[in-house]
Structure formats: structure tokens, C-alpha cells
């Protein structure tokens, strides 16, 4: 097969995060707001051409005012930085059906590489004749190196925010005519 053209769609996929809550709990979190660009063979990803994009401002943890403070120059600035990207450089397979993707994840001004799990779960035709892939992503970042680094001490020792982010995608694309 060649690489053909696929859309996100964003009522079948999710964008979300967790990260460690004063030092015992985790955090959870989505970004309702996001788009890529995906040029693949759903069957070989090693070829495939990736670009995603999150609008940042649409953070959502069920706390407004932590996310109004997410969305603040102490995290995100989306005034300034409204953006989140990834534009994968490399694909490895690492079994059937599962990879590495690696690529360049730009947040807050920093751009680093980043490795991202891919899974490839599949692919069919919806009710309507709509030809449809399913992926799952996960991956961890240190929020540090993009200069993340607001944070608050415990007085019980700690700190109220981890440093570890977890990344986890589950997308469903439809092929573009």
C-alpha cells in the first residue's frame, strides 16, 4: 500500500495527560483542541509523515481555575504560546503493528525530540462507506525542559507538581479522498 492522506476525527479521539499531584496522586487531564496531518500506510507507519498540533488554550483537568492557571504565563502562556507541536522525524517498528515515533516537540519556545509508543489497532469501514484507522500513542516528557517550571513547596517536604508528564493518544483518522 501507499501512503495516503487522514484526517482526525476529533468525536472518536482523545488528547490527554496526567502528572503527580503533591507528591501522592496523579492528575488528569485533555486537550479538547487539536489537528495533525498524517500521510501513512496504516499497516507500515515507517514511511509515514506526521504532524500534530494542540491549541493549548483548551486544557481541561474539571477545575477552572486550575486550568485559567494552566493557561497563565506560570505554565503555558497561550497568549504568548498558543501551541503545542509534534512533526515525527523518525518511525521505527518495533513489532507488528507497534513503533517508536520519534520527533520534535515544540512547547513554551523549546523545541526537543521526544519517543511516542504507536500502536496501530486497526482499520475498517464505518456504517456511511467511510474508511477508518484507530492508533494509541503514549509517552512521558519532563515539563522542566520546556521551561515548565512553576511549582509550589509542601510543608510536609515536596513539591505539589511532578516534573513527569504522561502523554496519552488514542485517535481515530479517516482516510481523505
Request: charged content about 25%; aromatic content about 10%.
Amino acid at each position: 500500500m501507499t501512503n495516503t492522506k487522514w484526517a482526525v476525527d476529533p468525536t472518536h479521539s482523545s488528547v490527554e495527560f496526567s502528572i503527580r499531584h503533591m507528591m501522592f496522586t496523579n492528575v488528569k487531564g485533555a486537550f479538547h483542541t487539536y489537528d495533525a496531518t498524517i500521510k501513512a500506510d496504516p499497516s507500515d507507519l515507517t514511511t509515514a509523515d506526521i504532524a500534530f498540533s494542540v491549541d493549548l488554550a483548551s486544557v481541561d483537568t474539571k477545575n477552572e481555575d486550575r486550568d485559567n492557571h494552566l493557561r497563565s504565563a506560570d505554565f503555558f502562556d497561550v497568549e504568548n504560546k498558543p501551541k503545542m507541536t509534534f512533526t515525527a522525524t523518525k518511525v521505527e517498528k518495533k513489532d507488528e503493528g507497534e513503533y517508536a515515533v520519534t520527533g520534535d516537540l515544540s512547547l513554551n519556545g523549546v523545541t526537543k525530540p521526544e519517543t511516542f509508543n504507536v500502536t496501530f489497532e486497526g482499520q475498517g469501514k464505518d456504517p456511511w462507506g467511510n474508511e477508518k484507522a484507530g492508533f494509541s500513542a503514549e509517552g512521558t516528557l519532563n515539563r522542566s525542559d520546556y521551561g515548565l517550571t512553576w511549582n509550589s513547596a509542601l510543608e510536609t517536604g515536596g513539591v505539589l507538581v511532578g516534573d513527569k508528564v504522561k502523554i496519552s493518544l488514542e485517535i481515530q483518522a479517516a482516510k481523505v479522498e
